[in-house]
């Protein structure tokens, strides 16, 4: 529901630490997140700078291709992009590459995504 709206969806998670803090900053993550309690989502919303479409379509307009590198989701990147002109294409048509079966990668729709 927020995702495909360009929000940025974080769950928390807590749990008790037996070790003082100096010590658990070498502990590998996945150890670190395992058996943790849900604590909740929080939803961030991050406006667009009101000239960032702008920039973009003259940038576009200049001849220069414009690319999103990001490490957002997939769903929050897409509509961000969407937002200031970099992609114009609605979800449907926008695809996502992702691990297929026996692990090779694939192009699919983020409609199914967002399904």
């Known amino acids: 529901f927020h995702m495909p709206k360009g929000r940025r969806v974080l769950a928390l998670g807590h749990k008790p ?5 100096a010590s658990v900053k070498s502990l590998a993550r996945k ?9 909740g989502f929080i939803v961030l919303t991050c ?8 920039v973009v379509a ?7 291709r414009c690319v999103m590198i990001t490490g957002d989701a997939v769903l929050t990147a ?3 992009a969407r937002k200031v002109g970099i992609v114009e294409a609605k979800p449907a048509k926008t695809l996502e590459l ?4 026996k ?5 699919r729709s983020m409609e199914a995504s967002i399904g």
């Open 17 to 21: 630490l037996s070790s003082p803090v």
């Open 47 to 54: 406006p667009v700078k009101n000239d960032t479409a702008a």
């Open 78 to 80: 897409a509509e961000v």
């Open 98 to 101: 992702r691990p297929g079966e």
């Open 103 to 107: 692990g090779k990668m694939v192009w």
């Open 31 to 39: 150890d670190l997140e395992a058996g943790l309690t849900f604590a």
């Open 58 to 64: 003259d940038l576009k307009k200049s001849g220069h």
